[in-house]
């Protein structure tokens, strides 16, 4: 059985990797430059992308879960009439799409309230220290 001395690949994103064959060391990795922003913001913006996502997802999703339950435990329920109208269970139906309109229209106000001045906010620091870094 024989083993491969390389170095294991490295993620395009990871700086590759380096050791010196003279003195026998372990690898080591070249040392990290400064990281551009600051990781606060980037965990905000992490932060507001997730809730955006989750309110929007259960939005959709819970009313649909919610119209399945009731269909699949209260058939007599959705089978149901409300006067002359459809069946309880068509208009709950019908009423997806409404709903899904309004998750798509939590999505798109959130994004533009909280996540994407964050974004903007990030996206102008970065430019600032590629500025900075560029005139060193």
């Known amino acids: ?17 380096t050791s010196d064959r003279d003195t026998e060391r372990p690898l080591r ?20 992308y997730r809730r955006q996502r989750r309110v929007a997802t259960l939005t959709a999703l819970g ?7 009731l269909s699949a435990f209260a058939p007599s329920f959705m089978a149901g009439r409300v006067g002359d109208a459809p069946p309880t269970g068509l208009l709950l139906a019908l009423l997806q799409l409404p709903v899904t309109w309004l998750a798509i229209v939590l999505y798109e106000r959130t994004a533009r309230s909280y996540v994407d001045p964050i974004a903007d906010r990030i996206r102008k620091q970065a430019e600032l220290d590629a500025k900075r870094g560029a005139t060193r």
């Open 1 to 17: 059985m024989s083993y491969d001395s390389s170095p294991p690949p490295t993620h395009p994103w990871q700086p590759p990797l």
């Open 63 to 69: 009313y649909f879960t919610l119209f399945l339950v």
């Open 29 to 48: 990795r070249r040392p990290r430059r400064e990281a551009l922003g600051h990781h606060s913001d980037l965990r905000i913006l992490r932060g507001a």
